[in-house]
């Protein structure tokens, strides 16, 4: 099974940004959807967005909705999750998935997001 490889978080204050990559070693175009999802510590992973690789569409779950943002390069073969107003409550290991639903067996590194000020 494929891998992805989850980039670009690391710490920033409340109300910062970050933008995550998600890496995939072939064309979107394979999967259906692409999801983010997190882990906090002691929580379950949950999911945090979709994006549906045959037409575009994008669902958030409502904690990130109107602040993070699902977007592709079909070119770099890279999913993008851009996160503003970040809040205390964001910080989790964010983790890319070839899915959007649970259970995934196939999860890769992850990487950390920390909102502290």
């Known amino acids: 099974q494929v891998q992805v490889v989850e980039s670009g978080g690391g710490l920033v204050q409340p109300g910062g940004s970050l933008r995550l990559s998600c890496a995939v070693p072939?064309?979107?175009?394979?999967?259906?959807?692409i999801g983010w999802f997190r882990q906090a510590p002691g929580k379950e992973r949950e999911g945090v967005s979709c994006l549906s690789t045959s037409d575009g569409s994008t669902s958030y779950a409502d904690f990130v909705k109107g602040r993070f943002t699902i977007s592709r390069d079909t070119v770099e073969n890279t999913v993008y999750l851009q996160m503003n107003s970040l809040k205390p409550e964001d910080t989790a290991v964010y983790y890319c998935a070839l899915q959007c639903d649970q259970p995934y067996n196939y999860w890769g590194l992850g990487t950390q997001v920390t909102v502290a000020s």
């Open positions: 072939f064309s979107l175009h394979y999967y259906a959807q």
